[in-house]
T-cell receptor
Framework: AQTVTQSQPEMSVQEAETVTLSCTYD???????LFWYKQPPSRQMILVIR??????QNATENRFSVNFQKAAKSFSLKISDSQLGDAAMYFC???????????FGTGTRLKVLA | DTGVSQDPRHKITKRGQNVTFRCDPI?????LYWYRQTLGQGPEFLTY????????KSRLLSDRFSAERPKGSFSTLEIQRTEQGDSAMYLC?????????????FGPGTRLTVL
């Protein structure tokens, strides 16, 4: 079975500080994609960042970066210079290559304190 | 690119009634997905279409649920004889399937409340 685990139900960060959200996953596939999605309150889920498993280089998108440890099956999201608009639920998702069903974690609610 | 849209955004209904939701994907996308999200959980896959063909239905999708995608454009999800356990957010997503990539883009969802 393929699973995604987000062990932090809630995190807080001071504005302008850095925060790291954890995600671990389990799959027997060797090639897959990993995603972080952001879901603001009452708004749609937005893609934050995507990582391809065969690429060793960690993906980055402006203030968002990941630490992808394939052997450890870990995929954490680092948000630098946190802004009030970063407050949201963050979901980690796994997509084995050649399939179409995302497997989502249970999410981490991020609060940004002014 | 106007994004994925869903209608209605909110639906309140009484137990036993039928409801229908609509999803309009990003125009050039050939794949369309339905997910269900309950409070405190991540989205769970319900079904997906490639063009107009429905290629998989999750066992979460009971016989009371039916989805269509006529002409490979918009999709509808109908729930017959709603039950209180059907209360959830119903998310639609679309993607442009191509070799090596299948990033899904989500709509804002339809929040269903069954009284």
């Amino acid at each position: 079975a393929q699973t995604v685990t987000q062990s932090q139900p809630e995190m807080s960060v001071q504005e302008a500080e850095t925060v790291t959200l954890s995600c671990t996953y389990d799959t027997s596939e060797s090639d897959y994609y990993l995603f972080w999605y952001k879901q603001p309150p009452s708004r749609q889920m937005i893609l934050v960042i995507r990582q391809e498993a065969y690429k060793q280089q960690n993906a980055t998108e402006n203030r968002f970066s990941v630490n992808f440890q394939k052997a450890a099956k870990s995929f954490s999201l680092k948000i630098s210079d946190s802004q009030l608009g970063d407050a949201a639920m963050y979901f980690c998702a796994l997509l084995p290559k050649g399939t179409y069903k995302y497997i989502f974690g249970t999410g981490t609610r991020l609060k940004v304190l002014a | 690119d106007t994004g994925v849209s869903q209608d209605p955004r909110h639906k309140i209904t009484k137990r036993g009634q039928n409801v229908t939701f609509r999803c309009d994907p990003i125009s050039e996308h050939n794949r369309l997905y339905w997910y269900r999200q309950t409070l405190g959980q991540g989205p769970e896959f319900l079904t997906y279409f490639q063009n107009e063909a429905q290629l998989e239905k999750s066992r979460l999708l009971s016989d009371r649920f039916s989805a269509e995608r006529p002409k490979g454009s918009f999709s509808t999800l109908e729930i017959q004889r709603t039950e209180q356990g059907d209360s959830a957010m119903y998310l639609c997503a679309s993607s442009l399937w191509a070799v090596g990539t299948d990033t899904q883009y989500f709509g804002p969802g339809t929040r269903l409340t069954v009284l």
